[in-house]
Structure formats: C-alpha cells, structure tokens
T-cell receptor, first 115, second 116 residues
Framework: AQKVTQAQTEISVVEKEDVTLDCVYE???????LFWYKQPPSGELVFLIR??????QNEISGRYSWNFQKSTSSFNFTITASQVVDSAVYFC????????????FGPGTRLSVLP | GAGVSQSPRYKVAKRGQDVALRCDPI?????LFWYQQALGQGPEFLTY????????KSGLPSDRFFAERPEGSVSTLKIQRTQQEDSAVYLC??????????????FGSGTRLTVV
C-alpha cells in the first residue's frame, strides 16, 4: 500500500528565508502521481503541483520549486524568500492511478513565517 | 458555482445525534470525493462517486456513515448516531473527469464537525 511521510511536523522561519519541506513516499507501482497542496487557515486545500512518475524534471514556479528524485522516493518543496502569506499547512500526496481513487495524503507540515 | 461549496461550515452535534453534510461540486464535475481530516492530520479518503454511482466506499469508518449523490451533482454525507471520534473536518473535492486532470482535485473549505 502507498504511504506518504512528512517528517517535519512544524517549521518556523523568518520572512525572506528559504525553506524546504520534505516528502518521502512509498509505492509499489511504477506509475504514480505526486501532489503538493497548501491548506491556509481558511481550511480549503489549494492545489500547488502535480508530477507524474515519468517526469523527473524539477519545476520552478515563481518562488516555489520542487525536487523530484525517484532514487530516494522524495518530492521536496522549496519556498524561496518566504513571506508571511506562505504560513499554512502543506500536504504532500500520492495517487497510484489516474482515476484518483487511491489518493493518500501525508500528515502535513505546518509552516510559520514570522515577520 | 466557481468552486466546491460545503455546508454547513461548522456543526456541533450532541453525541448520538444524526448529521448531514452537504457538498455542491463544481458544475459539470463528474467525480466527487469525501475526505475526513482529524485535527493535526492529513485528509483520509472516505468515498468516491462518479456521477451518481458510488464506486468506492472503502474508507467509510463504519456503517454509521452513509453518502449519496442521487442526481450526480450535489452529495450528502450522513453520519448516524454521532460519536466523539467523528469530530473532524469533512472535506469534499471534485474533478472534471474520471481521470485526474492536471490540477488534481478542487477542494471545498470543509465542514468542521464537533461532537460533544
């Protein structure tokens, strides 16, 4: 069965610092999909990125970047020059199929960005 | 609507009471999912609908939990004889097709259920 581990329960940084959120996953499938979601205090889950297992290219979107390494089963998320608005709980998630029925979330990392 | 809408936003129930949580998915979205998120944890899958068909209910924790989507749009999650361990945020999500689109799911803001 698939599993997602986010070892960092809480992280605090000062504004403008860079921060990396770790995600390690387990799956027996060769085809799978990885996601990051942001959950601000308002509660909704905001989609950040989807990556399929065949695409190991790193991705950058503004201040956000993702490092996918199949060799270590990791999909880490870095925020550059963090801002107070980045404060939220961040979830890494894994789906083993394209139908999204087996969608497993990690326990989340609470990021606090202090002014 | 523009997003997934859930109501009520907050619900306090006395132990033993029945509750009904509503989800209005994005118009035209085929797939609908319910998740349960306990305090300080990630969401956990409860059930999945494709149109009106409930294709997977393996995550429902007991037979006190029941979900329906009779017309393939609005869905209701019903919990009978609520217990304290049912206290959680219940999240609904929808996606356009039976397949994951590039955006994954669109989630609602959830219903926070507190059983006292």
């Amino acid at each position: 069965a698939q599993k997602v581990t986010q070892a960092q329960t809480e992280i605090s940084v000062v504004e403008k610092e860079d921060v990396t959120l770790d995600c390690v996953y387990e799956t027996r499938d060769t085809t799978y999909y990885l996601f990051w979601y942001k959950q601000p205090p308002s509660g909704e889950l905001v989609f950040l990125i989807r990556r399929n297992s065949f695409d190991e290219q790193n991705e950058i979107s503004g201040r956000y970047s993702w490092n996918f390494q199949k060799s270590t089963s990791s999909f880490n998320f870095t925020i550059t020059a963090s801002q107070v608005v980045d404060s939220a709980v961040y979830f890494c998630a894994l789906s083993e199929d394209n139908y999204g029925q087996n969608f497993v979330f990690g326990p989340g990392t609470r990021l606090s960005v202090l002014p | 609507g523009a997003g997934v809408s859930q109501s009520p936003r907050y619900k306090v129930a006395k132990r033993g009471q029945d509750v009904a949580l509503r989800c209005d998915p994005i118009s035209g979205h085929v797939s609908l999912f319910w998740y349960q998120q306990a305090l300080g944890q990630g969401p956990e899958f409860l059930t999945y609908f494709q149109n009106e068909a409930q294709l997977d209910k393996s995550g429902l924790p007991s037979d006190r939990f029941f979900a329906e989507r009779p017309e393939g749009s609005v869905s209701t999650l019903k919990i009978q004889r609520t217990q304290q361990e049912d206290s959680a945020v219940y999240l609904c999500a929808s996606s356009q097709g039976g397949r994951l689109e590039g955006y994954g799911y669109t989630f609602g803001s959830g219903t926070r259920l507190t059983v006292v």
